[in-house]
């Protein structure tokens, strides 16, 4: 999970880029970049951290241009405390490229050989973004020998790259002398969403985002979501181009977005984040009727903030006291996507604190949006004992998470996960510390989502249920992930006894 952003405009767009990565913020804090264009020379900034940490005046000084790309990185692939796989990726030909990636290739080890062997192109990192970019990169240069690049030649490339991918693709990309190009994955796995702008001398801009809250909040109109499959070219002169480039397209966007990943006040796909965790709220409740009996709950909590449109509408739908008993500390970052147990661990207590007189000899129900290694909600169940509480019920508005995510989400290995390798919800409850535990069903999950869009027909809901929808994901790949995380696990260890 990243965060992608691409403007196109008359006037200088660094400011606008900086400004729409912070409302994106929430998709990655590990590394931060923007490039811009300036007639054909590209301007580049990118290192570790936050956006307001990255990003200093003098940097911001020297993004000259009209048209640029940024991006706010959460490392799922490749090396994640390393700069170098900062984002965006450069390469000079044909033309000089630069891209942008939220997502995860299945196939990036398949691709990196094809790319040395047959392509005779060269990956400096670790990092499936470079892969995709290279793929592309060569893609164009096949389909444009012998002409001037078209639109045609675009979307053939486009095309073609389509064939050779598999996984999860959002991807915005600066041609030099040659304009912006935006596309997704035939599944739509990853959101992208694109809006525009009329700027003070009446011409159009162009904004694409990975979630709709950066358009509105950089006062762009919502236009609407980039289809699964299609490619979109806003060329050097400020026109708009469109084409379907997939042969074959099936629309099961991430249901993890709904659930956790998205900010709540944006739409993506025409479904509204916020809209959906309430319906995610009042399905949970049809849960816990079957389960705890009602008079048995003295107050609804939820664990800020992702969960808090759920638990206010789980409480009202069970006619219970909704309650606010956790305080977040705004500066530390998600746990979920922080990594290591043990800084993930140490972290919650210095994110949440509890207040004692909203738990005091109270039996409490603690909503939470999704439970995925366990870690938090063990140590979230001991603070509300801690702090008074008689009874600690846990309710999760997402079924468990049983099966590895490999579309760009950090949760790779069964082993890691506490409802992996089958594990029943009474031993889920026992590990946790809870008097009860409830789930979400994974038929009341998709309804409570689908419901809100007819026009999309399927999700990809395959760390609950197992179902990988681009159809590549065997054991033995994932036997392959999960290697790799070890190995990279023990080697990080090893340099740490070094040192």
């Known amino acids: 999970m990243c965060g992608i952003v691409a403007l196109y405009s008359s006037s200088p767009v660094n400011q606008r880029l900086y400004d729409a990565l912070l409302l994106l913020q929430h998709r990655g804090q590990d590394a931060a970049g923007i490039c811009t264009v300036e007639g054909r020379t590209f301007h580049m900034h990118k290192a570790m951290g936050l956006v307001r940490d990255v990003f200093r005046t003098r940097n911001m000084r020297d993004l000259f241009g009209n048209c640029g790309i940024g991006q706010v990185r959460y490392p799922t692939q490749g090396n994640a405390g390393s700069n170098n796989e900062s984002q965006p990726f450069y390469v000079n030909a044909p033309y000089g490229l630069v891209m942008a990636h939220n997502g995860n290739l299945t196939n990036a080890e398949t691709l990196l050989w094809e790319l040395y062997d047959h392509d005779r192109r060269h990956i400096n990192t ?41 996984g999860s693709y959002a991807v915005v990309c600066m041609i030099s002398g040659h304009g912006l190009v935006a596309f997704r994955d035939p599944h739509g796995l990853r959101p992208l969403c694109i809006g525009t702008n009329t700027a003070e001398d009446g011409t159009t801009e162009y904004m694409v985002a990975s979630e709709s809250v950066a358009l509105e909040g950089s006062e762009f109109k919502l236009l609407r979501d980039v289809e699964p499959g299609e490619a979109i070219w806003i060329d050097e ?6 084409r379907q480039c997939a042969e074959e397209v ?42 705890i009996p009602l008079d048995e709950i003295d107050v609804v909590m939820p664990i800020p903030d992702s969960s808090r449109p759920a638990a206010a509408q789980l409480a009202k739908v069970l006619g219970l006291e909704y309650r606010e008993g956790f305080i977040k ?3 530390v970052g998600r746990t979920f996507i922080m990594p290591g147990q043990a800084i993930r661990k140490k972290s919650v207590r210095q994110k949440l604190n509890a207040m004692p007189v909203e738990f005091k000899d109270k039996r409490v129900l603690l909503v939470d949006d999704s439970i995925v290694r366990g870690t938090t909600i063990t140590e979230i169940v001991k603070m509300a004992r801690q702090s008074g509480a008689r009874k600690v019920y846990v309710a999760s508005g997402a079924p468990p998470v049983r099966f590895p995510n490999v579309y760009g989400i950090d949760m790779p290995t ?11 919800v009474e031993s889920i409850r026992k590990e946790i510390g809870a008097d009860a535990l409830v789930y979400q069903t994974i038929e009341g999950m998709r309804e409570a989502v689908g419901g809100l869009n007819p026009a999309v027909p399927d999700f990809d809901c395959s760390c609950f249920d197992g179902r990988y929808v681009t159809g590549d994901v065997s054991p033995a790949y994932l036997n392959f992930i999960e290697g790799q995380r070890k190995a990279a696990k023990e080697a990080k260890k090893k340099a740490e006894r070094e040192e």
Do not use: W
Not at 138 to 147: D, F, H, R, S, V
Not at 237 to 242: A, E, L, Q, V
Not at 414 to 424: M, P, R
């Open 126 to 166: 670790t990092s499936d973004s470079e892969v995709l970019l290279n793929v592309f990169a060569n893609e164009l240069q096949l389909a444009t020998q012998g002409k001037h690049l078209d639109e045609d030649c675009l979307f053939d490339a486009i095309k073609s790259m389509h064939k050779r991918l598999k």
């Open 237 to 242: 002169k400020g026109n708009f181009h469109s």
């Open 250 to 291: 099936t629309m099961a966007p991430c249901i993890f977005e709904y659930v956790y990943l998205a900010r709540p006040d944006s739409t993506i796909d025409g479904i509204s984040v916020y809209a959906a965790r309430l319906r995610l709220g009042e399905k949970l409740a049809e849960e816990i009727k079957k389960t």
């Open 329 to 331: 500390n705004r500066y």
């Open 414 to 424: 069964t082993n890691e996960l506490i409802a992996g390798n089958g594990k029943d």
